[in-house]
């Protein structure tokens, strides 16, 4: 604990502070200010922690945080600051897992709603939705015991016509044995999106149980003979690849594919992507064409746009074609991973919902093996491995949600909330690598699932815009993917910056309204009740009723449209509220006229402040 | 603005729309094409639409006399009496930019006025733009004053300029030019204040662009909207050449620092750029967007345009003629407006619910400065308004926009009046394209159309279950009453 600690405001050019204390806990960074605001950071957030040098006022710590949150601490002591620093650094950084976060927190759940928890996503139940297995794909068992690979999940989908040996063949000339399976089956088209690795073809090498294997995919769709082979990776790279004995397959060799390169770059590149993104934003005193400039030497909207494309590419062939594809790059758990749950979502509006989201990250993302702990450095690790794949898979969606607004269940916040804990390790899901590491840390024993408690708390996630009939014939979304329409998403790389921010939510707006419209109607209905049930009594009211309908037209008009403040003006109003009691309907609305977030005042951040010109 | 071959016209909309239009006669195409090129480069004035525009509504207010300088005077002199109404420039004889009617410091007489403005460039003396009635601090405008070379002063101005501060008081003269800019002036016989002779006055020099440079700017970004095969890194990097988003956020932060000098430090402003006709104006009605919540509601926006840009001789007609695909080089054209609008729709997307109007109105606005059937914007002044007699030959937008059925249109469904004054954010990540203007006709809004209705939709719905509640409940108790009553008897 260190007590008159400043926290400085990243952006201000003023060098505005708040001064509170810094508390240490097992598993947070907690700051409390004067006014007794608290400031969360829990340990496994924090990326990297820094310590300028020594300034008049103290020394000076700066915090980056994975859910890119940024603080910069000044305490006084140097040796404080030298402590904090040192705890920080071992705290942030752990080594086992079960030392992180998930395996001692505890919701207050007992037993059976922490199994229940585990069993809100049944990945069976969603191969059965999808129509498998069918006449053509059924659910083979040669993986059990991650015995042909270890980083696919125990079930799995494959063409009835693709025997063992031709699983157990073509996955061992795929890197890391991850030979192709179904992701997603498209029933109406009967076409499927399949993904694996790359095959170990070096120059020339073939496997012909693995040409079987394309063939038996081929050939489970009966509208389309030919497939699709999307090798995600930029053309160059897959060649380079030929040089370590993998690369890419050649078209002479398989019957009926055509292939294609797609060109998403790599975990390196996407890493120092984002690292060129976050430099330029976090600059002081930007101008717009830094900002710009910065923004495109970053590469980052072009690699989103290139996610993207990849997807609008496979839905093409897939809805368009009827054709079948398999997605992969090198191990497949990155890019694959990316276009295969893009390009599903785009199909299938079920994705678009908040539990089908919920089903299609279980899938796509845990179930196939992204590597989560790598990625996201779960451990103390090895930093080359760490990247924002799932990062742009998030913001891919979010740009889609931005061109369709009324098609997702799901807002912007579902979307923060999820890459919240993604990096928190504060729930089981996201933990290890792949699903035989979790069975191996008794994940589903010892941490709780992520999901039930998104679900409980749904309401702060839905999109109040939403609409289940958008599209009502096809459900399918066709993205515009001209560069103009993907945008640099602010709130999530300036979630807390909120002098950046729009003072007034229109997002928070609407999903009050709609909160409220159905409460009202709640209370209408709870209304008519007790008058009809009235009416039984006395037929002199029935009398009263007739000429009080014929009244409200006139009031309609006269409502101005600040209808928020009005709190009831009505004569008989007070009377209503002492006889019925608790009216649920009062408290609401004092607490919506405070939750209606009004425009606070805030510094402007002028680069040549006031303060500066005055001196 | 249009390009003819083989049969196929393309015309280049002002609004900036694009149509093409295949012709199948090659000599009917050249015939429709000329027609549209003369009909579409009118020389005389008097020839234009608004001339012949025959309203097929009914007016119920004669737009021309809606926003009347003596009203504006009226409220202000129920807040404070340190200021007068002159009519000096009565047939413009002082100022022909200037309104017949302006506002001034009570202790400064007409006398003393006519050589102020023989110090200030284009007679343009310091004028009352707003009073902030929260600490009575004021922001006034003018033009540059005319020191030259050698610092010429003028007793009068020093007077006007130091009458408007209350005693003790300190004040701001915010130039819309850089410091190098402005002493560039001195040697075509403008200039700037030296501070000595304002004892009271600190100077700013705020940067502001003007001219070809926002319109070459505007060039820039229409093409590269237009051009939808550009891979990300050309878009980003034509958007950055385009200058579109530093301009905004230049008047934005001005406009700020402005505002900031009267709320935050209690402070008066003036503010001048060189002719006091462009950036002064952008600087000085955004500040009063941000200081005033009565110009955020649609009345008090219209009120706005009217005295700080039409009123305050903003070269509309000089300014506005071609828009953005105009081929020939027009000396005098530069999207000054436009920018304004964007500014305020900037402000408008951060504080969604503080503008009794939407999108839409602004939008609206842009394309009657370009185009319009009514005569509100034609001239460049209320001077040769008068001479074109304006007023009884045309009709004024604001005739046909405040009526019912068309303010519906522009009305913002989740306005809620706030009091407070707003901070916009001007960093570059709060700062948008404004893609309703400028990618209006090259992305699918249909989506986004459907999206705002279905808004409107629960907006509507909430106000309607409202009422049904309130009618009910005050059923239920009279209901209650009358059995009270009942069980009395």
Known sequence: ????????????????????????????????????????????????????????????????????????????????????????????????????????????????????????????????????????????DANRDYKICETYPKELYVPRTASKPIIVGSSKFRSKGRFPVLSYYHKNKEAAI??????????????????????????????????????????????????????????????????????????????????????????????VNDFLSGLENSGWLRHIKAVVDAAVFLVKAIAVESASVLVHCSDGWDRTSQVCSLGALLLDSYYRTIKGFMVLIEKDWISFGHKFSDRCCQ??????????????????????????????????????????????????????????????????????????????????????????DFLPELTLLEPNTVSFNFKFWRNMYHQFDRSMHPRQSVLNL???????????????????????????????VLVKENQQSAHPAPVALKTPPCFKKEQLPVPGNDAVRTIEGSNTADNRYSELVSEFSKAEPAVVSLEYGVARMTC | RFVGSLGTIVIKCKDLRIIQLDIPGMEECLNIASSIEVLSTLDSVTLLYPFFYRPMFEVLEDGWRSFLPDQEFELLSSATDEWRLSCINKEFSVCPSYPPVVIVPKCITDEELRKVAMFRYGSRFPVLSYYHRKNGMIMMRSSQPLTGTNGRRCKE??????????????????????????????????????????PQWRRIHKGIE?????????????????DQSHNMDRWLSKLEASNWLTHVKEILTTACLAAQCIDREGA??????????????????????????????????????????????????????????????????????LLFLDCVWQILRQFPCSFEFNEQF??????????????????????????????????????????????????????????????????????????????????????????????VKIINYNKELQERVKVLRRHLAEMEAAERAQGNL
């Not at chain 1, 979010?398 to 923060?416: C, G, I, R, S």
């Not at chain 1, 992520?450 to 708390?457: D, G, I």
């Open chain 1, 1 to 140: 604990q260190v007590e008159q600690v400043k926290l400085l405001d990243r952006f201000s050019t003023s060098n505005k502070s708040v001064t509170g204390t810094l508390y240490l806990t097992a598993t947070h960074l907690l700051f409390i200010d004067s006014s007794q605001k608290e400031t969360w950071i829990l340990h496994h957030h924090i990326a990297a922690v820094e310590k300028l040098p020594l300034t008049t006022s103290g020394c000076p710590l700066v915090i980056q945080c994975k859910n890119f949150r940024i603080v910069h601490f000044v305490v006084p002591r140097e040796r404080d600051c030298h402590d904090i620093y040192n705890s920080l650094l071992q705290l942030s950084k752990t080594a086992k897992y079960e030392e992180l976060y998930a395996f001692s927190y505890n919701p207050k759940q007992n037993e059976s709603e922490q199994v229940k928890g585990w069993q809100l996503i049944d990945l069976a139940e969603e191969y059965k939705r999808m129509g498998v297995p069918n006449a053509y794909w059924q659910l083979s």
């Open chain 1, 194 to 287: 399949c993904r694996c690795s790359q095959p170990l073809s070096g120059f020339s090498a073939r496997c012909l149980e693995d040409e079987h294997m394309l063939q038996a995919i081929s050939k489970a769709n009966p509208s389309n003979r030919y497939m699709y082979v999307m090798d995600t990776r930029p053309k160059l790279n897959a060649m380079a690849n030929r040089a370590a004995g993998k690369g890419y397959e050649n078209e002479d060799n398989y019957s009926n594919i055509r292939f294609q390169f797609v060109g998403i770059e790599n975990i390196h590149v996407m890493r120092s992507s984002l690292q060129k993104l976050l430099e330029v934003s976090g600059t002081r005193g930007l101008s």
């Open chain 1, 379 to 468: 451990l103390d690790g090895d930093p080359k491995e760490i990247s924002p794949v799932f990062t742009q898979f998030l913001e891919c969606v979010w740009n889609l949600t931005e061109q369709f607004p009324q098609a997702f269940e799901y807002n912007e916040v579902f979307l923060l909330q999820i890459h919240e804990h993604v990096h928190s390790c504060q729930f089981g899901n996201f933990l290890g690598n792949c699903e035989k590491e979790r069975e191996e840390l008794k994940v589903k024993e010892k941490t709780y699932s992520l999901w039930p408690f998104l679900l409980a708390e749904q309401k702060k996630y839905r999109n109040p815009l939403y609409n289940p």
């Open chain 2, 210 to 226: 003007r001219f070809n440079i926002l319109q070459e700017s505007l060039i820039k970004l229409v093409e590269a909207c237009n």
């Open chain 1, 510 to 540: 609407i999903m009050n309204l709609s909160e409220q419209n159905k409460q009202l109607e709640e209370d209408i209905k709870e209304l008519e009740a007790k008058i009809k049930q009235r009416n039984g009594q006395s037929d002199v």
């Open chain 2, 362 to 455: 602004l939008i609206m606005l842009f394309e009657h400065a370009y185009a319009s059937q009514f005569g509100t914007f034609l001239g460049n002044n209320e001077s040769e308004r008068a001479k074109l007699k304006l007023p009884q030959k045309t009709m004024s937008l604001w005739s046909w926009v405040n009526r019912k059925e068309e303010l519906s249109k522009f009305r913002n469904p989740i306005y809620e009046a706030n009091s407070l004054v707003i901070w916009p954010a001007v960093a570059p990540q709060s700062l948008q394209l404004w893609a309703g203007v400028f990618l209006r006709w090259n992305r699918p809004s249909q989506y986004l159309e459907e999206a705002h209705e279905e808004m």
């Open chain 2, 157 to 198: 101005d020093e007077k006007l300029i130091n009458a408007s501060l209350r005693p003790a008081k300190r004040g701001y003269i915010i130039d819309t030019r850089s410091l190098n800019v402005a002493q560039q002036a001195r040697a075509k016989g403008g200039g700037f204040e030296q501070e000595v002779h304002y």
């Open chain 2, 268 to 337: 008066s402003v003036l503010v001048h750029g060189t002719e006091g006709t462009d950036s002064t104006l952008q600087v000085t009605s955004l500040a009063q967007i941000i200081l005033d919540p009565r110009c955020r509601t649609i009345r008090g926006f219209e009120s706005l345009i009217v005295r700080e840009w039409l009123q305050a001789g903003h070269p509309f007609q000089q300014r506005c003629a071609q828009s953005a695909y105009s081929n020939s080089k027009q000396k005098w054209e530069a999207p000054v407006f």
